[in-house]
């Protein structure tokens, strides 16, 4: 039997964020004129973030601060359907202060949210289809064969396009696309084993950076002639604005944050002070502690003994402000990385970016 895939002597690299820099690039532009808004299936994305579907980052509350600023928000599903469709119902009731030219609404003025749902909740799906803007399919690894069923069930009874992911590999986008059909799909989630609270590649050994994940993506959309038909997601890992501007580089087309979100005063997570220093709890689906409610059980492998493997960690990261500070912050960031590769807007960052491997770092002399 030929032995494929698995070769040492030509393995396929992969690249931590840290490890990348990119050129700098004629720029035309002074900041002001960059854009960095994105549309996604007839939404107006001012900025091109996502909050993750996580029960310590997006509830109402923050779903509503970040439809504010432009962003979307989606919400968790480590509650019951009907927790689900409150969630919603409260972002669609929010008010968007007159004069806000920034809010992500949707074609009743209202403000724009998404839910994350199992392939396999049909009856979640189906509640909450008519009370959001997207349904994004929530599992750690996308490419398999019941998950894809039920997103094609779902997909049939709702009768709407859904995000699907988390993939990892450019067989694993073709197959998922060839499946469900690509005007079924809104979006590719790309990325596993990279969230800041994952340890899935830890215990397994198995992963696919986001790096390497929004590539292979690409590569395979390209291959499919969809490039510019079925936008790409990175999420996972993403920790600093440059990594967000090496993602969209790469051919995403927007980012989704958690640990970045979990540090805003919306996020639902419990605010716990040490040292005189104030911190918000976030964990991730596959922990323990967001296990207790069982409701996130299957986004992970069940081998049906009623106790799980631990794929995610609980941490506590630093309070930092309100989202619209956050937004205000990672946006203006990533202006400036716009205006160094000289990109007028998101969608030209993956055309005019070069992107370069480090091969050591750069050593900053003196003291602060
Ligand atoms: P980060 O922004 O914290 O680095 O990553 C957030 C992403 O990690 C989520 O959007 C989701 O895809 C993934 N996640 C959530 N829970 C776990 C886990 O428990 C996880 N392993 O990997």
């Not at 997006?58 to 469709?85: F, M, P, Q, Y």
């Not at 998404?114 to 909740?121: H, I, Q, R, V």
């Not at 069982?294 to 794929?311: I, N």
Request: glycine fraction near 12%; charged fraction near 25%; proline fraction near 3%.
């Amino acid at each position: 039997m030929e032995i494929i895939g698995h070769r040492l002597d030509t393995p396929q690299r992969l690249y931590a964020f840290g490890e990348l820099m990119l050129l700098p690039g004629y720029a035309t532009l002074s900041p002001r004129e960059i854009d960095t808004s994105i549309s996604f299936e007839g939404l107006n994305l001012k900025v091109p973030f996502i909050s993750a579907p996580m029960d310590t980052v997006t509830e109402a509350d923050l779903a509503i601060a970040l439809g504010l600023e432009g962003g979307l928000g989606v919400v968790h599903r480590n509650c019951s359907v009907d927790e689900a469709v409150a969630m919603a119902e409260k972002v669609k009731k929010a008010q968007i202060p007159e004069g806000n030219a920034t809010a992500l609404k949707d074609k009743n003025g209202h403000i724009a949210v998404g839910a994350g749902t199992s392939p396999l909740d049909i009856d979640r799906a189906v509640a909450l289809a008519e009370k959001v803007d997207l349904l994004f399919t929530d599992v750690a690894s996308f490419h398999n064969a019941k998950l894809i069923e039920g997103t094609k069930k779902i997909v049939k009874m709702t009768g709407k396009k859904i995000v699907i992911g988390n993939l990892g590999t450019k067989e694993g986008v073709i197959h998922s696309v060839k499946e469900i059909g690509k005007e079924n799909i809104a979006a590719v989630k790309m990325g596993m084993g990279g969230g800041s609270i994952c340890i899935t590649t830890d215990v397994s050994g198995v992963g696919s950076p986001v790096t390497f994940g929004v590539e292979q993506a690409a590569l395979a959309l390209k291959e499919l002639g969809l490039l510019d038909e079925i936008p790409i997601i990175a999420d996972g890992g993403i920790r600093y604005s440059r990594d967000i501007a090496f993602s969209l580089s790469l051919g995403a087309s927007m980012v989704m944050l958690g640990n970045l979100f979990a540090r805003c005063e919306e996020s639902p997570g419990e605010t716990i002070t040490k040292d005189g220093n104030r911190y918000k709890v976030y964990w991730g689906m596959g922990s323990a502690e967001a296990r207790k409610k069982r409701l996130v059980a299957d986004r992970y492998q069940d081998f049906g003994r009623g106790k799980q493997v631990d794929e995610g960690i609980k941490m506590h990261v630093p309070l930092e402000g309100r989202v619209d500070e956050v937004v205000e912050r990672l946006s203006s960031e990533l202006k400036v990385t716009m205006g160094y590769i000289g990109a007028r807007s998101v969608k030209e960052m993956k055309n005019v970016a070069r992107i370069v491997v480090k091969t050591a770092t750069q050593e900053k002399v003196g003291i602060q």
